[in-house]
C-alpha cells in the first residue's frame, strides 16, 4: 500500500506542475497577443523564389551545354564526309577499270581464238589444195603418217 500511496503523491504532484506550466503558457500566449507578433514569411518566399529562379537558369544552361555537347558528337565522325565519298569513288573508278579491262581481255582471247581457227582453216584449206595439186607429195606424206604412227605406237 506504501508503494501505491507513493505513486498517488507522485501523480498530484505531476498534475500541480502540469497546471502551473498551463497557467505559465497561458501567461505568455497573452503576451504574444498583446505584443502583437505576426509571422512574416514572405522574406523566406522571397529566397524561395530567388533560390528558385537561380536553378532554372543553371539547369537552362546545362541543358543548352548538354545540346551543345550531343550536336558536336553528331556532327563528329571517325571519318570524314569528303573521305568516305573519295573512297567511294575511287571503288566505283577501279570498278569501272577492271570491268573495262576485263571486257578487253576476254574480248582479246575470242578474237586470238578466232585467229587461230582461221589461221587453222585456212592452212588446211591451202594443204589440201597443195595437196590435190601435188598427188605424188600427198602419197608421201601418207606414208611419212603412217611410219611416225608406227613409231610412236612402239614407244
Not at 497573452?30 to 522574406?43: M, V, Y
Not at 550531343?70 to 571503288?91: C, F, G, H, Q
Not at 581464238?113 to 587453222?120: H, I, N, Q, S, V
Amino acid at each position: 500500500m506504501a508503494k501505491l500511496d507513493e505513486i498517488a503523491e507522485l501523480l498530484t504532484e505531476e498534475i500541480r506542475s502540469f497546471g502551473s506550466w498551463v497557467t505559465e503558457l497561458k501567461v505568455l500566449l497573452k503576451n504574444i497577443d498583446e505584443f502583437g507578433f505576426e509571422p512574416d514569411t514572405s522574406e523566406m518566399e522571397r529566397l524561395l523564389n530567388v533560390h528558385q529562379s537561380n536553378l532554372k537558369s543553371i539547369s537552362e544552361k546545362q541543358h543548352q551545354a548538354l545540346d551543345k555537347a550531343l550536336k558536336n558528337i553528331d556532327k563528329s565522325r571517325l571519318i570524314p564526309k569528303w573521305e568516305v565519298a573519295l573512297i567511294y569513288t575511287v571503288m566505283i573508278l577501279n570498278a569501272t577499270v577492271f570491268g573495262y579491262f576485263g571486257y578487253h581481255y576476254i574480248q582479246y582471247e575470242k578474237q586470238k581464238e578466232t585467229a587461230y581457227l582461221e589461221g587453222k582453216n585456212e592452212g588446211l584449206f591451202k594443204a589440201t589444195q597443195y595437196f590435190e595439186d601435188h598427188p605424188v607429195i600427198f602419197k608421201d606424206y601418207q606414208e611419212w603418217v603412217q611410219k611416225h604412227d608406227s613409231i610412236t605406237n612402239q614407244k
